[in-house]
């Protein structure tokens, strides 16, 4: 069973920096999609960040420059490097993984960003 654990959430002032943690257990392999999405307070829940199993990554527009995914010095961790935060970055945000034709979430970690 896949199991996906967050961390790193909290607050921040704008413009810092905050690094979140994906704990990936189950897998069996490192043949999967990673991703992290978010959800702000009355909004849809939306892609920020994504690696594909052969490494390659897409950002959303609003994040590009100041967002990184990447593997986490731990093993079978990913990791969501977010610089230069800004207010509207507040949401829940989630990760993400797709292996087999199967999603699997983790349960959200809260990043709140004041002005």
């Known amino acids: 069973q896949v199991h996906l654990l967050e961390s790193g959430g909290g607050s921040v002032p704008s413009g810092g920096p905050l690094q979140l943690s994906c704990a990936v257990s189950?897998?069996?392999?490192?043949?999967?999609?990673m991703a992290w999405y978010r959800q702000a307070p009355g909004k849809q829940r939306e892609l920020v960040a994504l690696?594909?199993?052969?490494?390659?990554?897409r950002y959303a527009e609003s994040v590009r420059g100041r967002f990184t995914i990447s593997r986490g010095s731990a093993r079978d961790t990913w990791t969501l490097q977010m610089d230069r935060l800004k207010p509207e970055d507040t949401a829940v945000y989630f990760c993400?993984?797709?292996?087999?034709?199967?999603?699997?979430w983790g349960q959200g970690t809260s990043v709140t960003v004041s002005s």
């Open positions: 189950g897998t069996g392999t490192s043949n999967f999609d």
């Open positions: 690696r594909g199993e052969l490494g390659g990554t």
């Open positions: 993400f993984v797709s292996q087999f034709r199967s999603d699997y």
